[in-house]
């Protein structure tokens, strides 16, 4: 068991309870007992939870079952997320409430309220039921931040069609294995998306994935300009489908388990995983953290500025604001375009009082200086939050102090993929201790994180360790999806009976826990996970490589970039050209957030007796400009040299901390 940490912080930095909060609760105490009360009964905690948030169409017999690791929620209940994301706030007042504030690039705007969204779910459900699509097939999204994104998710949820949405950023070969992967019959998709003033041609893409596609029997193309292409085999207009009104269908009432959506996300090794969430556990999960952690009321506005292609997005996009009748800002577009300040306009335009973004996106803000935050009006603000990477403090108190005018307490919310909601954040709508910048400060109530060392035992404070989750959480995955190997091996042989989740952590001794990032082959480039076996994976398919590295190199803006170490094939030319050619492929194999930002030539990398490339080394070498920990291993030693003269040619460029070494 962790040491309970105190309930009373000594010093007090920010104090959430200062802050115009008060709400729904009761501040003093009200947090310490929720802990107190999921420590002592983790069912009946989370049970009554999902009694008093969701709307069941059955009751579950049984809060926790399944067999471990394959934990099961609630069951033997039957619920549809869709009924209680819509269909329930309809007989209510929040059937007139603005569900989605839409801007896209070009300025243009939508309001869609609770009332609109659930009557273009219901077509769409009635018109894809019409057509024989059921609980029994899987679907892909490939759409940009459009409002028909949310309508997609939430019309294939109606009828219990787990989906995956595709960011709008991969590639044809990405979406295709996707959609092989679920043997997907349905694809919805758009004309194209706008970015950074141009068109993002997602039609032609689907079109490049569909013909990989054998599974794959229709595609709804929903159209963007006044000159769209003529439709061609198997695809279908969303909007001609949905003018021939179908006799409408009622929500599928669906097992607790029953997949509501997968997310394709990289690991270790190979090519992206499934990562499939249920129903019941996933909305519970999200109805709890939306009220802790962001608490919306009537008057709140919340713009989660992630990509709905994203975990994040579904969570605090979709889902859970859709759970709580809250209202949204819905951008498509890039947050600096078509100038720095775009941000700022959005916030003030739709009195946006809670913003949820990354610290790379803050950064990015930041380095455009303080003066477009006190020229605009951004009194509506009342919280921050911050996911995806760990956050500086430089940049957190920039956030807290420009962003946020020394008003807004800022959630640095922990999470995963896997974990389907916020797993470790302040909770200010419950809690009054002090923030500190840098910490996602302790695990949310009936959350059991540790930090332990490579035995297992439990690191004192101040000891850097591997995270991981002791109990099972209503959001946890359900699995890998096909892979019921991997999910074990991936998350729960780490450590025997406990999930890990692949990241260093380290407590305090206020017992606050600081996420120090991957401890595992996975990268975060700008927040987005990206594993080193794909992007190597991508560069060994160029007909001139043999071999290649991948490593992760700290960066001012996006937190880390990957840089690749390449061998070329005997006969092949290193080359600035080659290089840039390399960079691209990646880009064009995975999608453009993966390329390369620098391509390396070597003769051999440092590889191990038994021909394992040593990682860490290159990385080492890259980074700090000298092998770190043990090299007894290593087979060569010139291979080192090797890397250390390539790196040098870049040095400076590459990592701040080379340039002064
Ligand atoms: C990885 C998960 C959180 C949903 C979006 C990303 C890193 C996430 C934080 C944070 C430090 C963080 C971890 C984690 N991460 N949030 N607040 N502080 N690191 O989900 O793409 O599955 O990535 O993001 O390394 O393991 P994801």
């Not at 129903?279 to 709905?308: E, I, K, Q």
Request: proline content about 7%; overall charge negative.
């Amino acid at each position: 068991m962790a040491p309970a940490p105190p309930e009373e912080a000594p010093e007090e930095l920010l104090r959430a309870d200062r802050l115009p909060f008060e709400r729904r609760y009761s501040w003093s105490g009200r947090f310490a007992r929720l802990r107190q009360e999921a420590r002592s009964d983790l069912e009946g905690f989370w049970g009554g939870i999902a009694r008093r948030e969701l709307r069941w169409e059955r009751p579950f017999d049984r809060v926790l079952g399944g067999t471990p690791p394959e934990y099961r929620w609630f069951e033997g209940g039957e619920l549809n997320a869709a009924v209680n994301c819509l269909e329930r706030h309809h007989s209510t007042a929040t059937a007139h409430r603005v569900a989605y504030y839409w801007e896209g690039e070009d300025g243009s705007r939508r309001t869609v309220s609770y009332a609109d969204l659930y009557e273009r779910v219901r077509r769409l459900a009635s018109a894809l039921a019409e057509r024989g699509f059921g609980r029994s097939d899987r679907a892909a999204i490939y759409l940009p931040m459009v409002p028909e994104l949310p309508v997609a998710m939430l019309a294939l949820a109606y009828l219990g069609i787990p989906f995956t949405v595709v960011f709008s950023g991969f590639s044809a070969e990405a979406l295709a294995h996707r959609m092989n992967d679920l043997d997907a019959r349905l694809l919805l998709t758009a004309e194209v998306g706008f970015r950074r003033g141009k068109e993002v041609p997602l039609l032609a893409t689907a079109r490049a994935a569909a013909a990989q596609c054998e599974h794959l029997e229709q595609v709804i193309v929903l159209r963007r300009t006044a000159n769209p292409p003529a439709l061609q085999e198997r695809e279908l207009d969303w909007g001609e489908l949905l003018a021939h009104r179908s006799p409408p269908v009622e929500p599928v009432p669906l097992p607790s388990a029953h997949p509501l959506f997968l997310l394709y996300s990289s690991g270790t090794t190979g090519t992206p995983k499934g990562i499939v969430h249920g129903t019941a556990g996933y909305l519970t999960h999200l109805a709890a953290t939306m009220r802790w952690v962001f608490d919306p009321g009537p008057v709140d506005v919340l713009w989660c500025a992630a990509d709905v292609g994203w975990v994040t997005g579904h969570s605090y996009i979709v889902f859970g604001p859709l759970l709580c009748g809250a209202t949204s800002v819905l951008y498509e577009g890039a947050l600096d375009y078509p100038g720095p300040a775009r941000v700022y306009e959005i916030l003030e335009r739709y009195r946006v009082s809670e913003l949820y973004t990354s610290p790379t996106a803050l950064r990015s803000l930041r380095r455009q200086g303080d003066e477009l935050a006190g020229s605009h009006d951004l009194g509506a603000l009342r919280l921050l939050g911050s996911v995806g990477e760990p956050i500086n403090p430089s940049v957190w108190e920039w956030y807290f102090r420009v962003i946020g005018a020394g008003r807004c307490p800022i959630v640095d919310t922990w999470w995963q993929t896997e974990t389907g909601g916020i797993m470790v954040s302040p909770v200010p709508a419950l809690d009054s201790r002090p923030l500190k910048p840098g910490s996602a400060t302790l695990a949310i109530p009936g959350v059991d994180v540790a930090v332990l060392r490579d035995n297992g035992t439990e690191c004192p404070a101040g000891e850097r360790g591997l995270a991981v989750i002791r109990q099972p959480w209503p959001g946890m995955l359900l699995g890998l999806w096909n892979d019921p190997e991997r999910y074990r091996s991936t998350y729960w042989s780490r450590f025997p009976g406990v999930y890990y989740t692949g990241d260093y952590a380290v407590r305090d001794a206020d017992g606050y826990l600081w996420f120090l990032g991957r401890a595992d082959e996975v990268l975060k480039v700008a927040g987005h996970r990206i594993g080193t076996a794909e992007v190597e994976g991508a560069l060994l398919q160029h007909p001139a490589v043999a071999e290649a590295a991948v490593c992760a190199v700290p960066d001012d803006l996006k937190g880390e970039v990957p840089v690749a170490v390449v061998v070329l094939r005997s006969g092949a030319l290193a080359s600035p050209t080659l290089a840039e050619e390399l960079a691209e492929m990646v880009g064009g194999r995975i999608g453009k957030f993966a390329r390369p930002h620098r391509v390396l030539f070597v003769g051999r990398l440092p590889r191990t007796r038994s021909g394992k490339i040593m990682r860490r080394v290159v990385r080492g070498v890259i980074v700090h400009g000298k092998e770190l920990g043990d090299l007894s291993t290593l087979e060569e030693e010139a291979s080192v040299e090797e890397v250390r003269a390539a790196a040098d040619s870049l040095a400076g460029d590459l990592a701040p901390s080379r340039a002064t070494r």
